[in-house]
């Protein structure tokens, strides 16, 4: 039913449960693809060198170290593992990997790393709801 998952990765406590599920789900289908999807917001241009390139910089290493960590939680799955580190509103990521590669299912935290963690669901989590032509699976 589900071959083609995405899991949606950025380092959060929910986003690492959902990493769990995203694995278990993957093993029970026998999905061909678990795709580990990082978005991490633009650097301002503004910002002019040397700052932008260092906070370029620190963003891919924090995409990467949360990339490490999902696919720890992951272990070993029957497909292949697939990963993707993009610049950009995350959510918008999120959709257009997930239509461009024909996922089937779409796995993310309720809430991740955002600065409003109080909300009951994360703006990011909604916008991929809202907007998603494949079922969404939201992790608390």
């Known amino acids: 039913m589900f071959k083609n998952i995405l899991l949606a990765v950025d380092g959060s406590e929910h ?5 769990h ?9 026998k999905a061909n693809s678990l795709r580990l999807v990082a978005a991490y917001d633009p650097v301002p241009p503004y ?3 040397p700052n ?5 910089d620190a ?3 924090e995409a990467d170290k949360s990339i490490e960590k999902t696919l720890q939680a992951v272990g070993e799955i029957p497909g292949e593992i697939k990963t993707d ?3 950009g509103p995350p959510a918008e990521a999120i959709l257009d990997i997930a239509n461009t590669r024909e996922c089937d299912l779409i796995i993310m935290g ?3 790393l955002g600065q409003f963690t109080g909300l009951l669901l994360g703006s990011q989590s909604q916008k991929v709801v809202q907007h998603a032509n494949c079922p969404v ?4």
Request: aromatic fraction near 2%; include cysteine; hydrophobic fraction near 55%.
């Open 137 to 140: 699976l939201i992790v608390k």
């Open 52 to 56: 932008f390139q260092i906070i370029l």
């Open 110 to 112: 309720s809430r991740g």
């Open 59 to 61: 963003q891919l290493k």
């Open 85 to 87: 580190v993009l610049q």
């Open 47 to 49: 910002l002019g060198e």
């Open 21 to 29: 599920i995203a694995a278990e789900l993957a093993r029970c289908h």
């Open 15 to 19: 986003a690492l449960r959902a990493a």
